[in-house]
């Protein structure tokens, strides 16, 4: 059985958390909450959003030239981020 790919998104007051999940139907709400093991509360504002993802639509983006295969900083890492912005 085929089974699709789903881009799951929980807006919440901490944030925004992703997930990507893979079902052979259209998930529902309350699967995605159980399965991700969401902490979901809509009187709080929260929301869920699910949408499928084409395998087509990625977005490769080349490596700059010269740097193929080099270690590339990132700046995810605390310290990163203060010596980057």
């Known amino acids: 059985m085929n089974k699709t790919l789903y881009a ?10 992703f997930f990507l999940v893979r079902c052979a139907h259209y998930p529902t709400e309350e699967e995605v909450i159980e399965h991700c ?5 809509p009187l709080k504002g929260e929301t869920i959003d ?15 030239d010269g740097t193929e295969g080099q270690d590339r900083k ?3 890492d605390t310290q990163d981020r203060k010596n980057y912005y």
């Open 37 to 41: 093991d969401i902490d979901f509360e």
């Open 74 to 76: 990132s700046y995810t």
């Open 8 to 17: 799951v998104i929980h807006n919440h007051n901490y944030g925004t958390s």
């Open 50 to 64: 699910i949408a499928e993802v084409d395998p087509k639509e990625p977005v490769e983006i080349p490596e700059p």
